[in-house]
């Protein structure tokens, strides 16, 4: 599973340094590729394995003040595709989740910095984040871990270079 990733910057790309940018493409995509590369020879061996790749609902759409990590999940779909292609004849299955906003420490410093850099406030931010969303509620962790365990189960075994939304419809292509 390719989960590890960081927010990066919450602003504009002209006020954003190369160095803001190249971290968040580095630990969130990078990583992914990073880590896909070394297990797959593993993988290839036993003809058999899957790689779950966690993007995000920016990467299934533009994510203003949040380039560097719309950009890093944005590819990280594109890098799903392309090693299903590569390693799907040798029985390795390779599928991507794209969670919404998941209720949690994390999208809280999200929606802070995101209201202080619009001039927000936070609750106005939040209400936009919940009102985004068919079920107008955020997504849970437990909702986004029984996906996960779907596509890596042989409940799921026809199923790869698929990106599976976890938003409670906030994105619904």
């Not at 790689?51 to 890093?72: D, E, N, V």
Request: charged share 20%; aromatic share 6%; net charge neutral.
């Amino acid at each position: 599973m390719n989960n590890a990733g960081i927010s990066g910057p919450t602003k504009r790309i002209t006020d954003m340094s190369l160095a803001e940018w190249q971290e968040v493409i580095d630990i969130d995509l990078t990583g992914a590729w990073l880590a896909s590369r070394a297990v797959i020879p593993h993988m290839d061996k036993a003809h058999s394995g899957n790689i779950l790749m966690i993007s995000s609902g920016a990467g299934r759409r533009g994510y203003p003040l949040r380039t560097p990590y719309a950009a890093a999940k944005w590819a990280m779909i594109g890098l799903t595709q392309t090693l299903a292609g590569e390693w799907g004849q040798r029985g390795i299955r390779v599928n991507c989740i794209c969670p919404g906003a998941i209720e949690g420490d994390r999208i809280e410093r999200v929606m802070r910095a995101r209201a202080e850099s619009l001039g927000q406030p936070y609750e106005a931010v939040r209400a936009g984040f919940l009102s985004g969303a068919a079920l107008h509620r955020m997504a849970t962790e437990d909702e986004v871990a029984r996906v996960s365990l779907f596509l890596v189960t042989e409940v799921s075994a026809g199923v790869t270079g698929q990106t599976i939304n976890v938003d409670c419809g906030s994105n619904m292509n």
